[in-house]
């Protein structure tokens, strides 16, 4: 007990200055809460007052009425995993390639060179552009997609990695040659850990931009038919002008967005905001 | 002399440390340094800011390779650092942030010297005993004060039972009063562990009570002016305490056409 009131008076003394928390009355999530309510209810009074065609604006009520239903029947469910699983994939993937490079621009002169070169010309590329010559290359399917998310994620988190290694304090790069440590192990064990909130910035980032490429692409998919992601769900209800469903896919993916901000901070406090290596948010 | 190897730990042989400034000039840090350093001494190296102090202590770890002159610890040449000549830097960063102080100690023999995780664990015990830190083994170091990441560092140090521990001005970012309290414990671990220590300080004080050598470097390019020997001076309080700060005060303001002069007002040269 005694040691867990000095470890969190240790973890709050450095920052005094953080914004003044709920001047007075209800704390911030109730506040924004009763505020998305007014917004709600403001959406659902316009509606009914003005008698505008569902087919335009369909009320809150029958979103949510669409989104129980498609999570129900599992339409939800099933495109939100396909969405998800190349995602996750696309981003292990570029996440890996990323350390590679950056490990091999730390490592070896030449490598820095291939990265800055690789990501002066690839990174500007927005990801969306390579998806024809995905198509081209894999055909109309998932690999196309991961592809295209490797690209969309791979440059942001290799230049943060990289930036990471680049900055890190001379004094614990010495202490590392100290104990002999060089090659993979130097990298593994120190550069990563010490590059560690450059690498977190890279990844939000980099997932930023993967999950703007994935709907983009599973968009253009909408043609491809079977098994489509989120954005193929928005695209087919528009096709056959469930406008409700549209919103409902929308809503998916904004709470999705949310969730995995969540996760970053989670992460965060877990680890850099825990060690002093970057403070609380 | 003293030319067996059992008889020296870390023998420097006319050593020349050149620097290339930001136009590729050659600038010369350090030249024709020679001394050795005893089993068990207390070495301390001190001289003017910028003098190039640091400079020396990195080429004896094996960060700096020396453009002439050798360098010989434990009987092997140095060409790269290594955990047999452990260093604790003067910067509270040198510890991993992300390990808690213990798991730095266990890191460091784990990584350094393959021993395995439980008897590392009790060394690492041990010595964060032995400097005064072991109730804090489960803190992350950013919840540590400067003192106590000194304490932290030079454990994880003595750790790794280096053949020399090389000391990078620890205690020259503390305060007074913390900085004194460490000196005094310096020697209390150095009269519990035995080992071999090389100090960089520029605290002539500091030099006087933790050393029993004292090489004194001119301005850069630095030469060694003199070994002095301080092994006598610990009581601050002594007459021969007064009188060696007082020559080495002499020895680091006075411009060095006084150097022959100076020599040998009662004081040991190698």
């Known amino acids: 007990m005694a040691t867990e009131t000095t470890r969190e008076i240790a973890l709050a003394t450095p920052t005094p200055v953080a914004a003044p928390r709920a001047r007075r009355g209800l704390p911030t999530t109730a506040r924004r809460a009763l505020i998305l ?15 505008v065609p569902p087919l335009l604006i369909p009320s809150p009520l029958a979103v949510a009425q669409a989104l129980l239903q498609d999570i129900a029947s599992g339409r939800i469910p099933a495109a939100t995993y396909t969405t998800l699983y190349s995602l996750v994939v696309g981003t292990l993937l ?13 490592l070896f002169r030449p490598g820095q060179d291939l990265l800055a070169l690789l990501s002066a010309i690839l990174n500007p590329l927005p990801s969306i552009a390579v998806l024809p010559l995905a198509m081209i290359w894999f055909g109309l399917n998932e690999t196309a997609i991961i592809f295209v998310i490797v690209q969309a994620t791979l440059w942001p988190i290799a230049i943060a990695t990289d930036m990471g290694f680049r900055t890190i304090s ?3 790069h010495m202490v590392a040659r100290n104990l002999g440590l060089r090659g993979l192990r130097l990298v593994v064990d120190v550069l990563l850990p010490a590059a560690l909130p450059h690498i977190l910035s890279g990844l939000k980032a980099g997932w930023a931009f993967g999950w703007r490429t994935v709907v983009a692409a599973e968009l253009v998919f909408g ?10 769900y928005i695209n087919d209800s528009r096709y056959f002008l469930n406008t409700a469903n549209v919103f409902a896919g929308l809503v998916v993916i904004s709470l999705l967005g949310i969730l995995v901000d969540l996760l970053f901070t989670l992460i965060e406090q ?5 060690w002093g290596m970057k403070h609380g948010v | 002399m003293e030319r067996q190897p059992t008889d020296a730990v870390v023998t420097v042989e006319g050593v020349r440390i050149v620097y290339r400034d930001p136009n590729g000039r050659p600038f010369v840090a350090i030249d024709e340094a020679s001394f050795t350093v005893r089993p068990g001494e ?6 003017p800011s910028g003098c190039g102090k640091t400079t020396l202590l990195k080429a004896i ?28 830097f003067q910067d509270f960063d040198q510890l991993f942030p992300w390990r808690t102080v213990l798991g730095n100690l266990v890191y460091a023999l784990r990584a350094a010297k393959g021993v395995p995780r439980a008897t590392a664990e009790q060394r690492a015990h041990h010595f964060l005993k032995l400097v005064g830190i072991d109730a804090a083994a489960h803190k992350y170091p950013h919840m540590l004060s400067g003192g106590m990441k000194q304490r932290a560092a030079i454990a994880r140090a003595l ?3 280096p053949a020399i521990l090389l000391l990078d001005e620890p205690f020259g970012a503390l305060d007074a009063i913390t900085r004194s309290q460490l000196q005094r414990e310096l020697n209390e671990i150095w009269r519990r562990t035995q080992v071999t220590i090389i100090l960089v300080t520029h605290s002539i004080q500091e030099a006087v009570y933790l050393g029993h050598r004292v090489l004194v470097l001119t301005p850069a390019p630095a030469v060694i002016r003199e070994i002095v020997d301080t092994a006598a001076a610990e009581d601050v309080e002594s007459s021969a305490f007064v009188a060696l700060s007082h020559h080495l005060r002499e020895l680091l303001v006075t411009p060095g056409q006084a150097e022959r002069a100076a020599v040998g007002a009662g004081h040991a040269t190698e």
């Open chain 1, 37 to 51: 309510l007014a917004i709600l209810l403001l959406w659902q009074g316009y509606v009914v007052v003005s008698n």
């Open chain 1, 94 to 106: 570029g996440t890996l390639a990323g350390f590679a490079l950056a490990s091999l621009a730390v």
């Open chain 1, 170 to 172: 001379p004094t614990l």
């Open chain 1, 223 to 232: 043609v491809a038919g079977a098994a489509g992601g989120l954005g193929w």
């Open chain 1, 270 to 274: 877990q680890t850099v905001v825990k």
């Open chain 2, 42 to 47: 207390k070495f301390v190296i001190i001289g």
């Open chain 2, 61 to 88: 770890a094996g960060f700096l390779a020396p453009a002439a002159g050798r360098i010989v610890v434990a009987g092997r040449e140095v060409h790269e650092p290594g955990p047999d000549r452990a260093v604790v």
């Open chain 2, 159 to 161: 750790a790794l039972e």
